[in-house]
């Protein structure tokens, strides 16, 4: 997932940085929900979520964890798609997240998991849509509907293979706001 349009005009805005809580599994690109501690994969439907997750960090630096030495963590990193923090990174390595927060207003371009269509809505503006809980980089093309709030908006389609645009609706810093 990425922003595609920011609400306040911007042209991107600054990454924070999050402990991955002990044995949390964030992806690449994949929405993220704050939690005791640190951030987690949003990767529940009822999950609120805070932002996009564009990568890794060892802990207090800004070296990607691609380029980190093998001891500056312990969890499992698979290079460009996600990382697995080990059961004491929050008082171990602490590796972080580098977070892109998603504020209401914010046009996100995501992919869903199935040909859009598939299912009734998942290809019409209006509908809402879920994150996939299995990989909170896409949304679950079959769980959409007309009317019960779900986590996203359809807004919009680019026009490119399974891609659509969505507003967040369910934000864990303003609650549930109407995209």
Same mark, same amino acid.
């Given at each position: 997932?990425?922003?595609?349009?920011? &609400? *306040?005009?911007?042209?991107?805005?600054?990454? +924070?940085?999050?402990?991955?809580?002990?044995?949390?599994?964030?992806?690449?690109?994949?929405?993220?929900?704050?939690?005791?501690?640190?951030?987690?994969? &949003?990767?529940?439907?009822?999950?609120?979520? %805070?932002?996009?997750?564009?990568?890794?960090?060892?802990?207090?630096?800004? $070296?990607?964890? +691609?380029?980190?030495?093998?001891?500056? %963590?312990?969890?499992?990193?698979?290079?460009?798609?996600? %990382? #697995? /923090?080990?059961? *004491?990174?929050? #008082? *171990?390595?602490?590796?972080? /997240?580098?977070?892109?927060?998603?504020?209401?207003?914010?046009?996100?371009?995501? +992919?869903?998991?199935?040909?859009?269509?598939? $299912?009734?809505?998942?290809?019409?503006?209006? %509908?809402?849509?879920?994150?996939?809980?299995?990989?909170?980089?896409?949304?679950?093309?079959?769980?959409?509907?007309? #009317?019960? @709030?779900? @986590?996203?908006?359809?807004?919009? @389609?680019?026009?490119?293979?399974?891609?659509?645009?969505?507003?967040?609706? +369910?934000?864990?810093?303003?609650?549930?706001? @109407?995209?």
């Amino acid at each position: 997932m990425k922003i595609v349009k920011y &609400a *306040d005009g911007a042209s991107s805005r600054p990454l +924070e940085k999050w402990l991955i809580i002990n044995s949390a599994t964030v992806f690449n690109g994949g929405v993220v929900k704050v939690v005791a501690g640190g951030v987690d994969g &949003a990767d529940a439907t009822s999950d609120p979520i %805070y932002g996009i997750c564009k990568g890794f960090v060892a802990d207090g630096g800004s $070296t990607p964890l +691609e380029n980190a030495l093998p001891g500056d %963590y312990d969890g499992t990193l698979v290079d460009g798609v996600s %990382y #697995t /923090a080990a059961a *004491d990174n929050v #008082t *171990d390595k602490k590796v972080q /997240a580098l977070v892109e927060p998603i504020l209401p207003g914010d046009v996100i371009r995501a +992919e869903a998991d199935a040909a859009l269509g598939t $299912t009734t809505g998942s290809d019409k503006v209006g %509908y809402y849509i879920d994150v996939l809980t299995t990989d909170e980089r896409k949304l679950d093309e079959s769980n959409t509907h007309a #009317t019960n @709030q779900l @986590q996203f908006l359809i807004v919009g @389609q680019p026009g490119k293979g399974n891609f659509v645009d969505v507003k967040l609706v +369910e934000n864990q810093t303003n609650g549930a706001v @109407q995209a």
